[in-house]
């Protein structure tokens, strides 16, 4: 009978420890359960695509900008676009701290075809920005309609493109970031389309945005001022892009440090609101592989390079 009691005493003091080990556990899971409660509450939700833990510092910034006003086949014009594309060029060297010698600006005649390939895929992007640096490409100018083209491109006008001969006179939209990408150096890009259709701009970026295995890595945003199917409106009081204004307005209100998933948050919201006051519709479109802060200051600033003339 003793040992019968002994035993049943031992199992006891066994039962006991298990029980307040239990409790033990159940009070920490519940402690541990209401700190992440708490985290998560004060987490805004991340765009799984947009995400990313770090963002590359940025030795050095260029720029390339470009307006066209004035055609040469005179069935096209948009008035105001190279007054927006200096009044966006203005902004980055007075405000977005851009070097007034790293941006170039090209409008009007001086924003034909040619121009504009050589200088962002040949002549100056390649032999100037380096591996660390940050390339923006920004153009306002008219565009076209993928029922035009056999093969349903948008295209975006040069200075010298013609209305009936937009493939060999256009410059496709989704051939921008795949120069860009291709043909410079620097691991971070953005490409900016103000234009009527200009979410072509975004058609062909699966491609583009795959990394190789041997590829380096590079974080490119795109944007677009508008809808595959959209206009991109002028403001009918002030004149110029209202895409491009609420553009420069995101980027001043929300700071130079600000990501620019923040900024076009607010760009996005203003264009749509401002649109819909003259019974329109235009929606700003974004794709990327990383945040990107455009008007940070370079970490490591230099002078522009000394570049000799070369031929094809």
């Keep these: 009978m003793v040992n019968s009691i002994e035993v049943v005493s031992r199992y006891a003091r066994v039962l006991d420890r298990v029980a307040v080990c239990v409790l033990v556990s159940v009070a ?3 402690v541990c359960s209401s700190s992440v409660s708490a985290q998560s509450a004060n987490t ?4 799984s695509e947009n995400a990313k833990t770090e963002i590359a510092p940025i030795a050095d910034k260029w720029a390339v900008v470009v307006g066209v006003s004035k055609y040469s086949d005179k069935r096209i014009s948009l008035p105001n676009a190279a007054k927006d594309a200096q009044t966006f060029a203005t902004f980055l060297t007075t405000k977005g701290n851009f070097a007034a010698d790293h941006v170039k600006v090209l409008l009007d005649a001086d924003a034909t075809r040619d121009s504009i390939l050589t200088t962002i895929g040949r002549d100056w992007l390649p032999r100037v920005a380096g591996a660390d640096d940050l390339i923006v490409v920004y153009i306002r100018a008219a565009g076209s309609p993928a029922h035009l083209d056999v093969g349903g491109i948008n295209y975006v006008l040069p200075a010298d493109a013609e209305r009936d001969r937009l493939y060999s006179t256009g410059i496709a939209l989704q051939d921008l970031p795949r120069i860009l990408r291709e043909r410079t150096h620097a ?3 953005v490409a900016i389309a103000d234009a009527d259709y200009s979410a072509g701009l975004l058609k062909e970026t699966p491609s583009i945005f795959r990394r190789g295995k041997t590829a380096p890595h590079k974080d490119i945003l795109i944007v677009a001022a508008c809808g595959n199917e959209q ?10 892009s209202i895409f ?6 995101a980027l001043q209100s929300n700071g130079a440090e600000t990501k620019f998933s923040s900024v076009f948050q607010q760009l996005a919201k203003n264009v749509q609101s401002d ?7 235009q929606t700003p479109e974004i794709k990327a592989t990383g945040e990107i802060v455009l008007l940070a200051k370079p970490a490591a600033p230099r002078a522009v390079p000394q570049l000799e003339s070369r031929s094809e």
């Design 231 to 240: 206009r991109s409106r002028d403001d009918k009081t002030a004149g110029g």
């Design 275 to 281: 649109v819909q006051k003259s019974g329109a519709k």
């Design 44 to 47: 805004a939700p991340v765009n």
């Design 187 to 189: 691991r971070q890009l």
């Design 244 to 249: 491009t204004k609420c553009l420069i307005e």
């Design 28 to 30: 920490s899971f519940l």
